[in-house]
């Protein structure tokens, strides 16, 4: 098992992860490009050597119910690479700007349609004529109908 210092060492090794110093000694690191609302990449970890990164868009990892895996007992191997793992899993998707539709329509499984509708500079969902979000872009617009379990037609 690695001490707390090696694991520290280790994750300072990630220049494009922030240290937050949070209570009881305890450490995380945010990965302040996230594409996501998940921002913390290494949580708590407790000079004890527990601690947890994020894997909640990962497979092959047992998670909690915050998606989070626990390192407790991690090689330097494997931390290292579950940790770049999860930095790759919240880099933000490039999507071509000139490929961006004027109006797009998304269905879920239940045959459920929104609408993606550029009105100006914002980007519009709609169910039918109401009003479901407004977004700055379409990026944004994508990623909630996508989180929602919507698919473009």
């Given at each position: 098992?690695?001490?707390?210092?090696?694991?520290?060492?280790?994750?300072?090794?990630?220049?494009?992860?922030?240290?937050?110093?949070?209570?009881?000694?305890?450490?995380?690191?945010?990965?302040?490009?996230?594409?996501?609302?998940?921002?913390?990449?290494?949580?708590?970890?407790?000079?004890?050597?527990?601690?947890?990164?994020?894997?909640?868009?990962?497979?092959?990892?047992?998670?909690?119910?915050?998606?989070?895996?626990?390192?407790?007992?991690?090689?330097?191997?494997?931390?290292?690479?579950?940790?770049?793992?999860?930095?790759?899993?919240?880099?933000?998707?490039?999507?071509?700007?000139?490929?961006?539709?004027?109006?797009?329509?998304?269905?879920?499984?239940?045959?459920?349609?929104?609408?993606?509708?550029?009105?100006?500079?914002?980007?519009?969902?709609?169910?039918?004529?109401?009003?479901?979000?407004?977004?700055?872009?379409?990026k944004e617009a994508a990623h909630y109908l996508g989180e929602e379990g919507f698919s473009r037609i």
């Open positions: 098992m690695l001490t707390y210092e090696e694991k520290l060492k280790i994750i300072e090794e990630f220049p494009e992860l922030e240290r937050k110093n949070v209570s009881l000694g305890r450490v995380n690191f945010h990965y302040a490009n996230s594409s996501y609302d998940q921002k913390n990449v290494v949580f708590h970890l407790h000079p004890n050597g527990n601690g947890f990164v994020y894997a909640g868009k990962m497979t092959g990892y047992q998670t909690n119910d915050k998606g989070m895996v626990n390192i407790r007992d991690f090689t330097e191997k494997a931390l290292r690479s579950t940790i770049r793992k999860s930095i790759l899993s919240l880099i933000p998707k490039e999507i071509e700007t000139s490929n961006e539709p004027e109006e797009e329509v998304w269905i879920n499984d239940n045959t459920v349609t929104l609408t993606i509708l550029k009105e100006g500079d914002m980007w519009n969902v709609y169910a039918e004529d109401t009003l479901d979000g407004t977004f700055t872009t379409y």
